[in-house]
């Protein structure tokens, strides 16, 4: 039998678990828990076993030994358990909302430790995201009191309560620096019975979500979220949280919960933030307000690819293409080196950065902050003519059409210019152009040269925002006919059904039958509403427009119909790559589409794979939550439409302008009539539009 002691990355070390025994043996000793005579007679016992001598002798005292060795390291850990309970809390909460992002909140009790004998309790964020109207803590000696929320530490999601009570007790915090990999490791919680939960694990892997955790394989989930993780001595030394390597947001972790990966925010970094905790004010995550180059987190170096405007790095002087190569003194490396720095550092923290430009060595100091200027994408307002899957035209990128009233239009853009040049580099491919208007901002001036008739002729050009309404005169882009059979036999269209195996769920498409591959398409993804797949409607209402302006329908099924569950949005996720791998896709133009009571799934999934989805056409949906920032990288946008008579027209009202002032580009359609239907007519042929024309620049 072998116990595995997961490492950082993708490593793993693998123990025989009479090492383990071994090594547990000999540290106990070293505490004083176990006599050195005891340990002594255990090692001989278990040496001799296989002599040839006295067998029954032998076995008797190796029996002997292992129940003796079993009893002292049942009672150490017993004793372990019993110096932390005075220190643990029951925490309970009264009213709020039954889910935050999908996540369904259970309304049991959870666990607090205390930090502070006047009264102060810390805990997992995760246990108030309900935003409850009480809280009741109920302390080791059996007292109830009502507590109240002094301030939240956003950083490492915790969050510290203040009771009325004296002469409560703190634990010990276990020194970071005698945390050791391998090492036993207790995960208590306190919610139901008087006595404490008790999970028995290993310290698993150090400095772990970017330097902010202890990781362990003991059992964490929301029953001892806030609760302790406990070394045998009893000392403390970390408070159990849900956390994400790779996620963010207040559930992000949530789902790990009893997988064997759980994490707790060392005691000593908790201690060290409490003095600024306790005077009211929340803690947030320190931003830079620059992104890097490339995903490789660990062999690239990080480059800055772009700096946000307002950020503390463009403040500081920062620019595009800086390698950085020092923060606060420490050699990165890597993406991943830099994210170890910033992963314990708050908004208001002085951060030294040093950076490579052009040979030349420049350092800078720059204050963190938790709110960046929100991103607003600039708008030329052309449209541009898209290659083929065989073109490779140099000689610039044509314009198939000028948006009324837009920048372009004022300068003197027309249909049929070749653009050559803008702001003095050479321009052939729209994703080029795109990526270079993203890096200026609404009211840049731009210098841009383009082709008309054989003649050169240059504009100047004063970029503005994304427009609010769909001009109905864009005709589709030309698709040529296909000339030759389809390379792939086996690639289905029309209308099919067919099964994810991996997920198993079904799911519905429509394919264009004139599909060509040289052709790019949009793709529109359908979240049913509950109840009702509306899948012989939603083909009837999208099929002539599928075929004129080129999208193809894809259609998940949810397993119940009743309607979609979180880790459904998985299943959504792996088929739309499928069909973006399976058919020719524009990235630009993959959208997410739903009608009535999926718009929290819609949202929450677009939100969460914003490098996928691109944009969501919603009629009737309004937004569950606070959006996230909105991103240059993937300049999603949105397309709404609600009537005036439904109930839920205030909040799809709100929808819009809380998209806006983060500045998102959205699009309201506003009805006349009691709303509640799925739109029809010149609205879906709008929406058709509005899809055709994403990659507008």
């Known amino acids: 039998m072998t116990a595995y002691l997961p490492l950082s990355g993708q490593c793993r070390l693998s123990f025989p678990v009479a090492w383990l025994r071994g090594l547990a043996l000999v540290w106990m000793v070293g505490l004083g828990l176990l006599a050195p005579s005891s340990a002594g007679a255990q090692t001989s016992g278990a040496q001799t076993s296989g002599a040839q001598t006295s067998g029954a002798q032998t076995s008797g005292a190796q029996t002997s030994g292992a129940q003796d060795f079993e009893a002292r390291e049942e009672a150490a850990l017993r004793q372990a358990a019993a110096v932390i309970a005075p220190s643990l809390v029951k925490i309970e909460t009264v009213g709020g909302l039954d889910r935050v992002q999908e996540v369904l909140l259970g309304t049991g009790p959870t666990t607090g430790l205390v930090v502070g004998a006047d009264g102060y309790i810390i805990s997992s964020a995760f246990n108030f995201l309900s935003r409850p109207a009480t809280i009741l803590v109920t302390l080791a000696d059996g007292r109830r009191l009502p507590a109240t929320r002094v301030a939240t530490d956003h950083l490492r999601m915790l969050t510290l309560l203040k009771v009325e009570a004296d002469n409560l007790v703190p634990p010990t915090a276990a020194p970071m620096a005698e945390v050791q990999v391998g090492q036993w490791a207790l995960a208590l919680g306190k919610s139901l019975d008087e006595t404490p939960s008790v999970s028995l694990g290993i310290v698993s892997a150090l400095g772990r ?23 045998v001595q009893g000392r403390v030394m970390g408070v159990l949280v849900p956390l994400s390597p790779t996620a963010t947001g207040d559930v992000a972790g949530v789902e790990w919960y009893d997988s064997g990966i759980g994490f707790a925010i060392p005691l000593e970094n908790v201690l060290a933030a409490l003095e600024r905790l306790k005077q009211g004010k929340d803690l947030f995550p320190g931003l830079m307000g620059v992104t890097l180059k490339g995903q490789d987190l660990y062999e690239k170096k990080p480059q800055i690819d772009r700096v946000r405007y307002g950020s503390p790095a463009f403040e500081a002087g920062l620019k595009d293409g800086d390698l950085l190569v020092e923060l606060d003194g420490r050699g990165v490396r890597s993406q991943a ?15 030294k950065v040093t950076v490579e430009r052009s040979g030349e060595r420049l350092t800078r100091d720059l204050v963190l902050t938790d709110r960046l200027v929100p991103y607003e994408l600039p708008f030329l307002g052309l449209l541009p003519v898209r290659a083929g899957a065989g073109d490779n035209n140099l000689q610039g990128l044509g314009v198939r059409y000028v948006y009324p009233e837009s920048p372009a239009a004022r300068a003197g853009f027309e249909r049929g210019d070749q653009i050559r040049e803008v702001g003095g580099k050479a321009v052939s491919r729209a994703d080029d152009l795109a990526d270079q208007i993203s890096r200026l901002r609404p009211g840049d001036t731009l210098a841009i040269t383009v082709d008309r008739g054989g003649a050169t002729k240059p504009l100047s050009l004063t970029t503005g925002v994304s427009p609010v309404t769909v001009p109905v005169d864009i005709r589709p882009s030309p698709q040529p006919p296909r000339e030759k059979e389809l390379t792939d036999p086996n690639l289905k269209l029309g209308r099919f059904t067919a099964k994810s195996e991996a997920h198993d769920h079904e799911y519905w498409a429509f394919v264009p039958d004139d599909y060509n591959p040289d052709f790019e398409y949009s793709l529109l993804v359908w979240l049913h509403p509950p109840g009702d797949t509306m899948e012989a409607a939603l083909l009837k209402a999208w099929q002539t427009h599928c075929e004129e302006w080129g999208i193809v329908l894809l259609a998940p099924k949810a397993k119940n119909l009743a309607g979609w569950t979180p880790d459904e949005g998985e299943f959504v996720k792996d088929l739309t790559e499928q069909f973006q791998q399976q058919y020719r896709i524009d990235k630009t133009r993959t959208v997410l589409h739903t009608h009535g009571g999926t718009g929290m799934f819609a949202f929450g999934l677009a939100f969460k794979h914003r490098a996928l989805y691109r944009a969501l056409v919603g009629s009737a949906i309004s937004l569950p939550g606070p959006p996230p920032d909105n991103e240059p990288e993937s300049r999603q946008q949105f397309h709404l439409t609600s009537a005036d008579g439904d109930p839920l027209h205030r909040l799809v009202l709100m929808t819009a302008k809380t998209l ?5 580009p959205v699009v309201h359609t506003i009805l006349s009539g009691r709303g509640g239907q799925y739109p029809t007519g010149a609205v879906l042929l709008e929406m058709a539009i509005w899809i055709d024309s994403l990659d507008r620049i």
Do not use: E
């Open 209 to 231: 979500v970017w330097g902010k955790a202890i990781q362990t394989d003991c059992k964490v989930s929301p029953v001892n979220y806030g609760g302790a993780l406990v070394d």
């Open 660 to 664: 806006r002032d983060q500045k998102f």
């Open 337 to 351: 080196q830099m994210k170890h720095v910033l992963g314990n550092k708050y908004a208001g923290d002085t951060l």
